[in-house]
């Protein structure tokens, strides 16, 4: 099956710093990479996604890229806030038999100093 | 408002005895699943449901039971708790392939 590792574990960025959470794959039909943020108390949400027809994407201070020959993807954060102080989440997901499961990696704490 | 709801929020509970947690969305996804969340070991998936009375083991199924009798509900079933099944349980929905996950708030289990 999938396995998905993700680093760090922790990452503590000062206000207004870059932020980069790496996440490697072993599956490699797995074709949709999403990322998740988890508050504190609350469920993780969905922050930003990735298939694998497609290199990077940005959504505003956030991006992701994806390298499939490598078997990994990243998140990165610039510019960032407090409010961007959380746990974050990468997955993989392939089709087939599979379809619709996530894997996920460990989880990376962001702090962000203010 | 579209959610998916979870009860309880919190659980103490004694070894071996039986207990359910209930989870409930309003969106109509047909994917649910359900998931633990333990330190430095991410989210793991339990079981899932692909829709109604069709239900799959997930990577660590041991100790769990689920059902599907209806699309909205998908309840979590401890037949026999165990210390080792302290954790923090997720439920989430989706629609069916590569779509955006729903989470629950989460239950906060703890077996003494």
């Known amino acids: 099956g999938e396995n998905v590792e993700q680093h760090p574990s922790t990452l503590s960025v000062q206000e207004g710093d870059s932020a980069v959470i790496k996440c490697t794959y072993s599956?490699?039909?797995?074709?949709?990479f999403p990322w998740y943020k988890q508050e504190l108390g609350k469920g993780p949400q969905l922050i930003i996604d990735?298939?694998?027809?497609?290199g990077e994407k940005k959504d505003q201070r956030i991006a992701v890229t994806l390298n499939k020959t490598a078997k990994h993807f990243s998140l990165h954060i610039t510019e960032t806030q407090p409010e961007d102080s959380a746990v974050y989440f990468c997955?993989?997901?392939?089709?087939?038999?599979?379809?619709?499961?996530?894997?996920f990696g460990q989880g990376t704490i962001l702090t962000v100093h203010p | 408002e579209a959610q998916v709801t979870q009860n309880p929020r919190y659980l103490i509970t004694v070894t071996g005895k039986k207990l359910t947690v209930t989870c409930s969305q309003n969106?109509?996804?047909?994917?649910m699943s359900w998931y633990r969340q333990d330190p430095g070991l991410g989210l793991r998936q339990i079981y899932y449901?692909?829709?109604?009375?069709?239900?799959d083991k997930g990577d660590v199924p041991e100790g769990y039971k689920v059902s599907r009798k209806e699309k909205r509900n998908f309840p979590l079933i401890l037949e026999s708790p165990s210390p080792n099944q302290t954790s923090l349980y997720f439920c989430?929905?989706?629609?069916?392939?590569?779509?955006?996950?729903?989470f629950g708030q989460g239950t906060r289990l703890t077996v003494v």
């Open positions: 449901s692909m829709n109604v009375e069709v239900t």
């Open positions: 997955a993989a997901s392939a089709g087939g038999t599979s379809y619709g499961k996530l894997t």
């Open positions: 969106m109509n996804h047909e994917y």
């Open positions: 990735i298939r694998s027809n497609v």
């Open positions: 599956d490699s039909a797995s074709n949709y």
């Open positions: 989430a929905s989706s629609l069916p392939g590569h779509r955006e996950a729903f």
